[in-house]
């Protein structure tokens, strides 16, 4: 069983960035595609961005693509999520989780395991 915990959200304006980590324990975090999804206040949880085990494919949601990058350390058994040029819209609570699924799948459903979350709050 891998547990996720994340950490680095925080109060930004509009246009600022921010570090999103999501540190990992277990004995089998390598074997596992991780990916990022955020919840907003009354909708349903969406997919953000997502890499494989060894960190040499990502994915991203279109709504992100150019503006957030992800990336893991498997010595550190960490990812993490850099949001730039970041907008209202991406207000919401990030969480991380993991999959041996494929890596570029979108659902929620398809994710096994899930950290607890932290809170993104962009200001205009």
């Known amino acids: 069983q891998v547990q996720l915990v994340e950490s680095g959200g925080g109060l930004v304006q509009a246009g600022g960035s921010l570090r999103l980590s999501c540190a990992a324990s277990?004995?089998?975090?390598?074997?596992?595609?991780v990916g990022w999804f955020r919840q907003a206040p009354g909708k349903e949880r969406e997919y953000v961005a997502s890499?494989?085990?060894?960190?040499?494919?990502?994915y991203y949601d279109d709504s992100v693509k150019g503006r957030f990058t992800i990336f893991r350390d498997n010595g550190r058994e960490t990812v993490f999520l850099t949001l730039n040029r970041l907008k209202p819209e991406d207000t919401g609570v990030y969480y991380c989780?993991?999959?041996?699924?494929?890596?570029?799948?979108?659902?929620?459903?398809?994710?096994?395991?899930w950290g607890q979350g932290t809170q993104v709050t962009v200001s205009s």
């Open positions: 277990g004995p089998t975090f390598s074997n596992y595609a």
């Open positions: 890499v494989n085990w060894s960190g040499s494919s990502t």
């Open positions: 989780a993991v999959t041996q699924a494929n890596p570029a799948v979108v659902s929620p459903n398809r994710y096994a395991y």
